[in-house]
C-alpha cells in the first residue's frame, strides 16, 4: 500500500483531520498519514503568510526522509511547493496544481473560488507558472476566510455555491475548482448545487499520489 504524507502547512489540526478524510474518502488503498506544521500561522492567507508557513513546512519534509512515498502539501496556495520538491526524496503534490492537472486532463476551462482577495493573485501566478492560463477564467474570492470554511452551519457552502453559480454564469466557465484545503468537506454538498463539475485539490492530489508511487 502506497505511504502518502499529507502536511497542512498552517497550525490549525481540525483542517488536517477534515483534509485526510477527504483524502481517504476517496483513495482508500493509500495509507495516509497527516502532519501539521505547529509552528505556522493558523491560515495562510496571501504571501506574507506563505513566507511565514515555508521554514517549518520544509523542516516537517525533511523529517519525512525516505519514510514516505509521496508528500501532499494541503494549502491551495502551493506553499514551498517548489523548494519541498527539491528537498523531498519522493514526488511532491499541491493541492492547487492537483486540481489545475485534473481540469486540464478533462479540458475544462475552469475558475477558481477560493477564499480572500489576498490570496488571488498567488493563485493566478502559479496558475501561469505551471502552463496552465489557458484553461482559467477568473480566480474568484469568496471573501470567506480559511477559518470560515471550517466553520459549522450552512452559511460556507452557501456563500462557495453563489460564487460558482456567479462563474458559471457570468464566466461561461465549465468546471469549478475549490480553492481552498478548508473547503475540501465541503466538496460533496457543492457538487449538489451546481451544474458543472467540482474538483476539490485535496481529492485531486489523493488520487494522484497513488499514481505517483
Known amino acids: 500500500m502506497p505511504r502518502v504524507l499529507l502536511i497542512n502547512p498552517n497550525s490549525t489540526e481540525t483542517m488536517t ?17 497527516g502532519w501539521t506544521s505547529r509552528a505556522a500561522p493558523a491560515a495562510i492567507q496571501g504571501p506574507d503568510d506563505g513566507r511565514r508557513a515555508e521554514p517549518p513546512l520544509l523542516k516537517l519534509v525533511a523529517r519525512a526522509g525516505a519514510r514516505f512515498d509521496c508528500i501532499i502539501i494541503g494549502c491551495f496556495d502551493d506553499t514551498g511547493l517548489a523548494a519541498a520538491s527539491d528537498l523531498a526524496e519522493c514526488p511532491v503534490l499541491g493541492i492547487g496544481q492537483a486540481a489545475f492537472c485534473m481540469a486540464m486532463l478533462r479540458g475544462l476551462r475552469f475558475s477558481v ?36 470554511t471550517e466553520g459549522e452551519g450552512a452559511a460556507p457552502c452557501d456563500t462557495i455555491a453563489r460564487e460558482a453559480e456567479l462563474a458559471i454564469a457570468e464566466d461561461e466557465s465549465q468546471c469549478i475548482i475549490l480553492g481552498c484545503g478548508g473547503m475540501s468537506r465541503l466538496a460533496a454538498e457543492v457538487r449538489a448545487r451546481v451544474s458543472v463539475p467540482v474538483i476539490d485539490g485535496v481529492e485531486a492530489a489523493a488520487r494522484l499520489s497513488s499514481a505517483l508511487t
Open 17 to 33: 483531520a477534515s483534509m485526510l478524510a477527504s483524502a481517504r474518502a476517496v483513495a482508500p488503498s493509500v495509507d495516509f498519514t
Open 113 to 148: 473560488v477560493t477564499t480572500l482577495p489576498v490570496s488571488v493573485p498567488v493563485i493566478e501566478e502559479n496558475i501561469r507558472r505551471y502552463g496552465m492560463a489557458p484553461w482559467l477564467d477568473r480566480v474568484r474570492a469568496s471573501e470567506l476566510s480559511v477559518l470560515e
